[in-house]
């Protein structure tokens, strides 16, 4: 009878290959509903223009609701509203991708790379900080906006991701800090490990979660903040997005002549989206933070509990 023995090498890998499968989230509904929601809004934006016509193109048909090959009516000037509606999530999508990315770039690295540093270099980036955080980010928008004749997605993008950065900014610095002085840091510094390597494999992937979440709320914020501009006249020019459809629709009375067909489909999926984002980002915030997802799972709990059980656990918590 013979035995093998493993090498300890190799255990303490496997085991720790375990250790991190096991430790990995599950699937929550909450995630799944999200994720569901988003790809499909996406994937409509991405493929949806490739189906239609030209959402510009006038016919002499007037206001129609859906049907008669209109799939969802047609405006005041005999224009295709899901020509509009697809050519408007692509819009849509593109500024919110383009603020995500920059709103990601300009907070990663005014925030985490300063607060590495250290020294004047992180007193200058969080002064730099604070005075963004403190402009107040509508106005100012506004007002860039009201200055500019023409107005491209692109520039519409680059002003809210200008504008919308700081606060997460001082998030990444706060957390950066905290992992600065963690053991494993230290130790990679007095090594002799170059500070960029020690920024790219020590901290950064720790901050992977923060960051996603981060991403995801200046895409919603992104969305949101266009929209709004464009129902008040400040949006891009010459281009689809939600925002210009719900402009658009109030121009033409649509909500006084009942054509719901015309302003519902764009209110909708902004609503959609948003929603599906913050079941994302909520999910994203469970897997930072394991006790969150246990007391919700707690009071999930509490919720079937009856009048008696719920007083017990009470008078459990208060002892």
């Given at each position: ?44 934006g991405i493929f949806g223009p490739l189906f239609v016509g ?266």
């Open positions: 009878m013979t035995t093998t023995t493993q090498d300890p090498a190799l255990a303490a890998v496997s085991a720790k290959a375990v250790s991190r499968k096991t430790t990995l989230p599950p699937m929550t509904p909450k995630l799944a509903i999200g994720l569901g929601l988003a790809g499909a809004i996406v994937l409509f030209n959402p510009s193109t006038v016919n002499n048909v007037g206001l129609r609701g859906p049907g008669d090959g209109f799939l969802l009516g047609t405006t005041q000037t005999g224009q295709d509203v899901f020509a509009q509606l697809a050519y408007a999530t692509r819009g849509s999508l593109t500024i919110g991708l383009i603020v995500g990315v920059l709103t990601l770039f300009l907070s990663a690295f005014f925030g985490i790379v300063g607060a590495y540093a250290g020294g004047w270099l992180d007193e200058s980036f969080s002064l730099f900080s604070n005075v963004m955080l403190v402009i107040p980010g509508l106005p100012l928008i506004i007002i860039i906006s009201s200055y500019v004749p023409d107005k491209s997605i692109l520039l519409v993008a680059l002003v809210l991701a200008i504008t919308g950065w700081a606060g997460s900014a001082r998030v990444l610095r706060g957390f950066t800090l905290s992992l600065r002085n963690r053991d494993y840091v230290a130790a990679a510094r007095v090594s002799g490990e170059k500070p960029w390597r020690v920024l790219g494999v020590e901290i950064l992937p720790n901050l992977i979660p923060l960051l996603a979440s981060q991403a995801v709320f200046a895409v919603i914020f992104a969305i949101l903040g266009e929209a709004g501009l464009s129902f008040l006249g400040l949006g891009a020019s010459g281009s689809f997005t939600w925002g210009t459809m719900l402009y658009y629709a109030q121009n033409g009375l649509a909500l006084r002549l009942g054509a719901w067909w015309w302003f519902v489909p764009p209110g909708l999926l902004i609503a959609l989206f948003g929603a599906a984002l913050s079941l994302i980002n909520f999910s994203i915030d469970e897997i930072i933070n394991p006790k969150l997802r246990t007391q919700t799972r707690a009071t999930r709990k509490k919720w079937n509990l009856s009048k008696s059980e719920l007083k017990q656990v009470v008078k459990e918590d208060e002892l």
